[in-house]
């Protein structure tokens, strides 16, 4: 508990001054986490449900000896949030199998690609032969832009450069690297109201069987984060989260969403545009963000 | 007439709806306190389409928050502009991955189709395949690129464009710039530097319609280190509510030049504020 105080040691300093939790402090208590959840991009409905949640929690549990009530109730909300991410202990990434194939889908210009290149490096660098897969065929360059991170950080690159047929591609690339121990493949970017772009990341799903499909995604995007998520998962199963751009301010509450929804892991985090700017993802640093702590 | 009360049920189901759209908070505040001043006292009929005047009177209040901020035409003003100058620079900026060099290649097309010719400056010489992709769109579109390796100083690679387009007499220079963080002091600096260098007449500041909250932030560190002229919201096609838009509007005091609304070079549509607030309204 000690270090948690420490972490919420901001938020707690603002509510500091009552000494015990009446209803209406309790009403304001929760006015203000609504507000602060609102700002970091929570949606309403989980805004709600988490405060009233942790009040109802307060009211039923008698806080341990020694915790004031206004502390525990935010103890409670870190824990609701920290149980959505699927826990305190940080979700890693395993290739269980050879070649482990990984799929990366995402929204237009989330960071897919540079995200295959820091998850490369991050492989290579604990022993894993890693090979680079291009399929996009839509924006201009794709093939250059991982053709040129592959040669950066060493790693071998396939990719059709005036390319038309992704699913092709995907399935040639896989086949070129079958006895690599990871392959990444990356895909073009794509939105809930793109069917036919939709259709297609099925399609190179059914082509090449990934076993672990991450869904990237910008921290800075709003409630579309979620809605996103929802749309993707009606065409293929999302096993597992990178949030990027976290150099920014955006506190994630978007993303929070959006793993809510898919119940999928988040492993990364992309905090800069090199390919080094990449961290293993850690629920509580993540949640104490979320609170603006 | 609608009384204070009456405005305050408005405005506070209205506020849920801004917010949930993603108009970041305080700007939700500032607005929803403004219409409430230009909401009490409104006339409305006791019996028969009561909603249809209440909604009327919100969109009508809601257009009048920014009212400042007019809608600009940029083909106008640009053509008009170049009745007195050439080239009309025109420079892109904004945080990564927002759609600055798409469409910049979606407006150089615009621009050709009208009979103009245009040059583009390759100015990201950082991220891997910034200039191929700029290259690309060029051969497709059939615009010239003035590029220089990665790694050059930016400012130089689109200071080169700019005499480029003077000796030959080209009507417009599009000077695309790397995408970078509010939160990176050094890159803000370097955009400055570029601004400098090549005194833009239009510096269009490009985003993401997806945006949350962070939109505030990025208004406020990138109007303190540049000059921002008007700006575009891309990926419109995904979120036409998006309420970063009005964020973006309301801080900024800028006008929308146009809509990105999908990945072809015709996908982009003139801003306008009235179609806007109404589907942030819808
Ligand atoms: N600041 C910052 N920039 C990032 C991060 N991750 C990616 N980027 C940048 O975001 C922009 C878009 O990244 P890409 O990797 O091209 O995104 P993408 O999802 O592959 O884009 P599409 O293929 O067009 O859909 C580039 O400028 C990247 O350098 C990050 O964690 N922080
Ligand atoms: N659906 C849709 N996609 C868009 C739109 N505008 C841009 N994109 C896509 O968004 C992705 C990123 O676009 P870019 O033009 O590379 O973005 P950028 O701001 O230049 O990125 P950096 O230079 O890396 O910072 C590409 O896949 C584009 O096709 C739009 O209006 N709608
Ligand atoms: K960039
Ligand atoms: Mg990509
Ligand atoms: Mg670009």
Same mark, same amino acid.
């Given at each position: ?293 | ?21 993603? @108009?970041?908070?305080? #700007?939700? %505040? ?6 409430? $001043? +230009? &909401?009490?006292?409104?006339?409305? !009929? ?18 009048? @928050?920014?009212?400042? #901020?007019? %809608? ?6 640009? $053509? +008009? &502009?170049?009745?007195?100058?050439? !080239? ?195």
């Amino acid at each position: 508990m000690k270090a948690l105080t420490e972490i919420f040691g901001k938020l707690l300093e603002k509510i500091r001054g009552v000494d015990y939790i009446d209803e209406a402090t309790l009403q304001e208590l929760s006015r203000e986490i609504q507000r602060t959840l609102l700002k970091a991009d929570v949606p309403l409905d989980l805004v709600k449900s988490f405060t009233e949640n942790a009040v109802k929690r307060i009211k039923e549990e008698k806080p341990p000896a020694g915790i004031p009530p206004r502390e525990y109730l935010i103890y409670v909300l870190y824990e609701e949030l920290v149980k959505l991410l699927g826990g305190e202990q940080p979700a890693e990434f395993k290739p269980t199998k050879k070649p482990y194939i990984v799929l990366l889908l995402g929204v237009e210009g989330s960071g897919k690609t540079t995200t295959a290149a820091k998850l490369a490096k991050y492989l290579a660098k604990r022993g894993y032969k890693v090979g680079l897969v291009e399929t996009d065929t839509i924006r201009p360059a794709a093939f250059d832009q991982l053709r040129q991170l592959a040669e950066k950080i060493g790693v071998p690159f396939y990719g059709e450069r005036d390319g038309k047929d992704a699913v092709e591609i995907a399935k040639r690339g896989v086949q070129n690297f079958k006895n690599m121990d990871v392959i990444i493949v990356d895909t073009a970017g794509r939105h809930r109201n793109e069917e036919a772009l939709l259709k297609e990341v099925r399609a190179i799903y059914d082509a090449v069987s990934p076993d672990e499909v991450v869904l990237v995604i910008d921290a800075t995007v709003g409630k579309m984060a979620a809605a996103q998520a929802e749309a993707f998962m009606k065409y293929l199963p999302i096993h597992s989260v990178i949030i990027t751009k976290m150099d920014s301010t955006a506190r994630g509450g978007g993303a929070l969403a959006a793993v809510a929804k898919t119940g999928a892991k988040v492993k990364f985090i992309g905090v800069g545009e090199d390919v080094d700017e990449f961290e293993q993802f850690s629920p509580r640093k993540f949640v104490a963000r979320v609170l603006g702590m | 007439t609608l009384s204070e009360k009456d405005v305050d049920a408005l405005t506070s189901d209205l506020y849920i709806d801004l917010v949930e759209s993603d @108009v970041a908070v305080e #700007v939700a %505040d500032a607005v929803v306190e403004e219409l409430r $001043k +230009r &909401l009490v006292g409104i006339k409305v !009929p006791r019996f028969g389409d009561k909603n249809a005047v209440i909604k009327k009177a919100v969109f009508e209040a809601l257009m009048g @928050v920014i009212d400042d #901020v007019p %809608d600009v035409d940029f083909y106008q003003d640009s $053509k +008009r &502009l170049l009745n007195e100058t050439r !080239p009309v620079v025109v420079m892109f900026l904004g945080p990564n991955g927002y759609g600055k060099t798409t469409t910049l290649a979606k407006l150089a097309f615009n621009l050709q189709e009208m009979g103009f010719r245009v040059v583009a400056a390759a100015a990201d010489t950082f991220r891997a395949g910034a200039r191929e992709q700029l290259e690309e769109h060029g051969k497709r579109v059939g615009f010239k690129v003035i590029s220089g390796p990665y790694g050059a100083d930016p400012a130089s690679v689109a200071y080169d464009a700019l005499q480029h387009a003077k000796a030959r007499g080209y009507h417009f220079v599009l000077i695309d710039t790397a995408g970078r963080m509010h939160t990176d002091a050094n890159l803000m600096e370097e955009l400055r530097k570029i601004q400098r260098v090549t005194e833009p007449h239009y510096s269009i500041f490009v985003f993401d319609a997806q945006l949350g909250n962070e939109a505030l932030e990025i208004a406020k560190y990138y109007s303190k280190y540049v000059k921002i002229d008007g700006m575009i919201a891309t990926k419109v096609d995904a979120y036409p509510k998006g309420g970063s838009i009005l964020t973006f509007i309301y801080v900024l005091k800028r006008p929308v030049y146009f809509l990105g609304v999908g990945q072809t070079y015709r996908d982009l549509v003139k801003f306008s504020k009235q179609e806007y607030i109404g589907q942030l309204l819808a």
